[in-house]
């Protein structure tokens, strides 16, 4: 019996190495390598490169400038006028001073000179006349003769004469004694220094037909 079981265990020993080796040579065995396909490679064509010409060329911008902000013009401060002084030589232009005149009912009494300034006389005179001045009715129209005379210092009238005719005989004559019948005038004021006080007197007849 114990053969027969060391029998056994011989086979069973057996069998495993033998089971050993045949997977091992398995494993050994190589694999057989699968078909190769060949490819053949068709090489490019190659591309003709493109010369870039100066204008296309990529250009660096210039660095602007930074912007100068204007500088403010001065402005030319104005020097205050000089007045022109007069001077003290030079005097101011004297007006000639014009004789006085006085307006009334008959006509204007101009004096033929300057530097009387007594109005009151002058009013007494043309109130004297005015009263005998009677012009020739009928008349039309606005007519003048004017009469000069002079007033002596003792209010005496002389020097009596036409001026300026009207070219009416009537209007002439009734002028001229509207004059002489006054007759004699007050003295001339005493602080009046000239000796003679010379008149123009313009009859107006038909005053009111004035424009």
């Known amino acids: 019996m114990r053969k ?6 011989a086979l069973h020993l057996l069998f495993v190495i033998v089971m ?3 997977g091992y040579a398995k494993t050994d065995v190589p694999r057989p390598l699968p078909e190769v396909t060949k490819v053949k490679l068709i090489r ?3 591309v003709p490169v493109q010369q870039v010409k100066p204008s296309d060329e990529f250009k660096v911008p210039e660095t602007q400038k930074p912007l100068e902000s204007p500088k403010p013009k001065k402005t030319k401060e104005k020097k205050p006028e000089k007045k022109v002084e007069e001077t003290k030589d030079k005097k101011p232009r004297s007006t000639e001073p014009v004789p006085k005149e006085l307006k009334g009912e008959a006509g204007t009494l101009k004096l033929q000179q300057t530097g009387f300034d ?3 006389y002058l009013a007494l005179i043309q ?9 020739p009715p009928g008349v039309r129209g606005e007519i003048m003769a004017t009469i000069g005379f002079v007033i002596l210092r003792d209010g005496t009238v002389s020097a009596i004469t036409m001026v300026q005719s009207s070219n009416n005989l009537l209007i002439d004559q009734a002028a001229e004694r509207a004059v002489r019948a006054a007759g ?10 000239q000796g003679q006080l010379g008149i123009n007197f313009e009859f107006v007849v038909n005053p ?4």
């Open 184 to 193: 004699k005038f007050p003295p001339l004021p005493a602080q009046y220094e």
């Open 4 to 9: 027969s079981f060391i029998g056994s265990l």
């Open 118 to 120: 007594y109005d009151f």
């Open 20 to 22: 050993i080796v045949v």
């Open 208 to 211: 009111s037909t004035r424009s």
């Open 127 to 135: 109130s004297k006349i005015e009263r005998n001045f009677r012009p």
């Open 44 to 46: 490019p064509k190659p």
